[in-house]
């Protein structure tokens, strides 16, 4: 998931400079979206496992 976050932000990153403004702020908000999904996926998984009582 953070990898797709990280490919997004490149490519909005890349599209920005070379001028295209509509791609790079469709992937930069693609990129918002992902990152935020991982970080409730984290943050889930996270307290799942501190309700296990499992050690990372």
Do not use: C, N
């Not at 997004?8 to 693609?30: H, S, V, Y």
């Amino acid at each position: 998931m953070l990898s797709w976050t990280i490919t997004f932000l490149i490519l909005a990153i890349i599209a920005g400079i070379l001028g295209f403004a509509g791609i790079a702020g469709a992937a930069a908000t693609i990129a918002q979206v992902l990152f935020a999904i991982f970080l409730v996926l984290m943050v889930v998984s996270a307290a799942s496992r501190a309700v296990s009582g499992k050690m990372p």
